[in-house]
């Protein structure tokens, strides 16, 4: 092995290297514990983002780090030409803890929604005939990146350039019951809603749309799918949001928090509608392997107390409170403050339109990650285990990039 120390990498390697699909901001992170990240030149971080609603318990959460490293000793991968203990742990956890009998799992957030389609359209065609094939979705939602998720989800500039796209594919406005009544007829296998919508603008659905959209697919026998890859695993207060919202799902599909940070995505459903799959219908190399299933079991087993829950439910009300009085101090720069537990939106204001990026920027440059969701929502991801220091440290740098940027240097 060479001695030499290897050439050093920076942000700049990374326009150099590097796919250009990113635009990754200037900093580059090195190091990170429960909410605080350093980046490479020693510099803290108050995080935020999470790293997209991914990393619920910190970074490096004791317990998961231990399911990590015993599960690393122990069996990394043995393909699915055989079953594991973990995966079988996780599998009975996650049925136990919801709706569903049954469990599929994958990689990713894309990857559990291509197979809920998948599966979707398969049920469809057995139970109605080969006409029961249309996928009604709503505009501003966001599924993922793979050819048959990104046509799914509702922002157009995502497909362009990628055609011909998967057909019988339809977008209707979120929250608007009479738009589904009229599109959900009896060609539709399958409706599909984040009840948070996360990238679209941090928007919760409406309990009566969840409703209506729950009658409507009983009424023509179409799966009801619910995409909880953000909005899921404890982020609005219950372990899923559905439970919240008193509205079950036929599939619901979750990654992101689900491995906090170690890939993994599953897609739960019930007896009836998983029967559609045989083996040979469907697949994937790394799925449910034993390594991403102990991590995620680890921190499902955190999640999913009573104890824990109480406390996000907790830490969003101080959270709203503290987001509302930046609206009410700065309403020529927000609207409004809108989201579900630890998952919040400030809404840019008519004068401020397009420019949220800008104090995310700013906010950065303080030591505060941020996300935006669109050009006119700042969104805002803690960790789940923040605490009320952490969130008032947050908002006292967010008050000061507003102030920033109002009056720039
Ligand atoms: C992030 C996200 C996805 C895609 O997940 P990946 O792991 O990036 O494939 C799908 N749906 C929702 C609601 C998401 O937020």
Not at 54 to 75: E, N, Y
Not at 96 to 116: I, L
Not at 311 to 334: G, K, N, W
Not at 338 to 362: D, F, N, P, S
């Amino acid at each position: 092995m060479s001695t030499e120390v290897a050439a050093p990498v920076s942000r700049k390697t990374y326009d150099e290297v590097m796919v250009p699909t990113y635009a990754p901001s200037a900093m580059v992170p090195v190091r990170a514990l429960g909410l605080d990240l350093w980046d490479q030149e020693g510099k803290r971080y108050l995080d935020f983002t999470s790293g997209i609603a991914v990393t619920s318990l910190g970074h490096s959460h004791p317990d998961v780090v231990d399911a990590l490293v015993k599960q690393a000793h122990t069996l990394w991968h043995c393909s699915n030409i055989y079953t594991n203990e973990p995966v079988l742990r996780l599998g009975r956890a996650l049925t136990e803890a919801t709706f569903a009998d049954r469990a599929f799992f994958c990689n990713s957030g894309a990857e559990a929604n291509e197979a809920a389609f998948k599966l979707a359209r398969k049920y469809g065609h057995e139970k109605f005939g080969a006409n029961k094939s249309r996928i009604i979705s709503c505009l501003n939602s966001f599924h993922g990146r793979t050819l048959f998720t990104v046509t799914v989800g509702g922002t157009p500039k995502y497909t362009e350039g990628f055609a011909p796209l998967p057909q019988a594919i339809e977008h209707i406005a979120f929250n608007d019951i009479d738009a589904a009544r009229a599109a959900i007829g009896d060609d539709v296998c399958a409706v599909v809603v984040e009840p948070v919508q996360g990238e679209g603008g941090v928007t919760p659905a409406r309990v009566e749309y969840l409703q209506a959209l729950r009658e409507l697919c009983d009424a023509t026998g179409a799966l009801l799918i619910f995409d909880e890859v953000q909005c899921g695993m404890g982020r609005t207060g219950s372990l899923f949001a559905y439970m919240g919202y008193g509205v079950t799902p036929d599939i619901l599909t979750s990654a992101k928090a689900l491995g906090n940070g170690y890939p993994i995505g599953a897609m739960l459903t019930t007896n009836t509608v998983a029967a559609s799959f045989a083996p040979g219908s469907h697949g994937t190399t790394y799925g449910g392997n034993p390594l991403a299933s102990a991590v995620s079991l680890a921190v499902l087993e955190t999640i999913n107390t009573p104890e824990f829950l109480a406390r996000v439910t907790a830490a969003s009300a101080l959270f709203v409170e503290q987001l509302e009085a930046i609206v009410r101090d700065y309403p020529q720069v927000f609207s409004t403050v809108r989201g579900k537990g630890l998952m919040q939106g400030l809404v840019m204001a008519e004068a401020t339109r397009g420019r949220a990026k800008e104090i995310t920027k700013i906010a950065e440059d303080h030591g505060l990650m941020l996300l935006i969701a669109g050009m006119d929502v700042i969104r805002l991801l803690p960790a789940l285990v923040v605490s009320d220091a952490q969130i008032v440290e947050a908002c006292t740098i967010l008050r000061r990039a507003v102030d920033l940027f109002l009056k720039p240097a």
